[in-house]
């Protein structure tokens, strides 16, 4: 591997001659924006979490949600709604590519929204968005002004009483397949592909990296993934700092 330093100076010379770049992001793109990754060892909520009585794999699934609404709601409110969060130097960066014409897609497994509060367009959002909401009754959307309000409290339907949810992908559910296709498409059609802030462990993650058959792949995460060995250059540390550097802001 080669320094922080050169290894900078490389991936800003692939992004010169790059045509088609697609970011893959995990959750430690928002972990700079003081959003917590609940996978992570040392201060994920795995480790925040010894109030519940259940590990947030359970709480955010599918089958709890429906048995036990209120405890979900309590969990969903505390660990995964952080409406004051601002993007941090990753997502201006990200954003900075894709006005300049070279980032053509983002794809990220993060449902906090900051890409879009960054100013990108193109973003695919494998586990949906804290901001989209519906009725799992009458299937009404809400806005998430709306929802905001109920802080605390488990959102009901103004029309029927329903319980409104949250367009996030719970545990046991399927990832929406048009987000999917979307992404399979950008990967295949990349001819470099950023990953940044996943482990690469869990899925989809690692499957998606499959679809890419483009030249250059680039790794950048505080610690070593299990895809490293293929990565055409990896970059170990913060990923704001990185990618500020190579957008030039
Ligand atoms: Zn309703």
Redesign the pocket.
Known sequence: MKNNKEAITELKRILKGAENLVFFGGAGTSTESNIPDFRSKEQGLYTSAKKEDYPPEIILSHSFFLKHPKVFYQYYWDNLVHEQAKPNKAHYALAALEEKGLLKAIITQNVDGLHQKAGSRKVYELHGSIYRNY??????EYEFKEIIKKRGEIPT?S????I?RPAVTLYEEPLNLSVIEGAITAIEQADVLIVGGTSLVVYPAAGFLEYFHGGKLIIINHESTPQDRRADLVIQGSIGEILAEVADL
């Open positions: 009725c799992m009754e009458c299937r009404k339907c029309k029927c009483q329903g409104v």
